[in-house]
């Protein structure tokens, strides 16, 4: 489905955050008509913490097996989207979604990954995820009752209608899997201040990090019509 044959590791920028009223660089926006996909769900459903509408991920990929992840209920029952994966044992499969893309346009990209035991393997898998044919993130997991996710700015490639999220092995030949994707374009709602431009072309500026200072709890969406963080 992809049309990469080999992925490049280069030009992936960390965002730092810096609190100060002329350089707050990166804002995340999560608007209505972002894309919200429950990888591995069979169904629509509309998330009843959240009110975010969440898709199967079906139409945007051919590859791939569904999973369920019992753990997901005890571990993180408010997370709807956890509680399956699309996980990809075909080591010979190029496994990668595709979304529909406008040519040289800013668009930010999701990748969120709850394991939970879901095939009772006896230790964490690791694997690689990539977009548009750069490797941007090496994926592994602290344990298996903790979520991460992988969160990128990026310019869309030219001469295009389609973006790509990949997943592949890594030397360890774990069988990757995800849980969910979010996917928005940010053209028209991102915020740039002066000292502040899209990523170049080819490179991504990676989210490092979230925090709710002073909180004791995850904070998730603020509405359902324009949401801006959601963890």
């Not at 030009?11 to 894309?35: M, P, Q, T, Y």
């Amino acid at each position: 489905m992809s049309k990469f044959g080999h992925f490049s590791s280069q030009h992936v920028v960390d965002v730092e955050i810096l609190f100060n009223k002329s350089r707050l660089h990166f804002f995340s926006c999560w608007h209505a008509g972002s894309i919200f996909v429950d990888c591995g769900s069979n169904a629509s459903y509309v998330d009843e913490v959240t009110n975010i509408s969440w898709v199967p991920d079906a139409p945007y990929i051919t590859t791939g097996v569904n999973g369920y992840v019992p753990s997901a209920q005890t571990n993180y029952p408010n997370f709807s989207e956890f509680t399956t994966v699309r996980y990809f044992p075909d080591s010979t499969a190029k496994n990668c979604y595709s979304f529909p893309a406008i040519s040289n346009q800013t668009y930010q990209i999701r990748g969120t990954f709850f394991y939970g035991s879901y095939d009772n393997a006896t230790t964490t898998p690791s694997f690689q995820m990539g977009i548009d044919g750069t490797i941007v993130a090496n994926v592994s997991f602290n344990d298996a009752a903790t979520f991460v996710y992988y969160e990128f700015i990026y310019v869309s490639q030219l001469n295009t209608n389609q973006t790509f999220l990949c997943l592949l092995r890594d030397s360890s030949n774990s069988i990757p899997f995800i849980s969910a994707i979010s996917f928005s374009n940010l053209t028209d709602d991102f915020f740039y201040t002066a000292s502040t431009a899209p990523p170049n072309q080819g490179h991504y500026v990676q989210t490092k990090y979230r925090l709710n200072f002073g909180g004791n709890r995850f904070v998730r969406y603020a509405s359902k019509n324009h949401v801006h963080s959601k963890f």
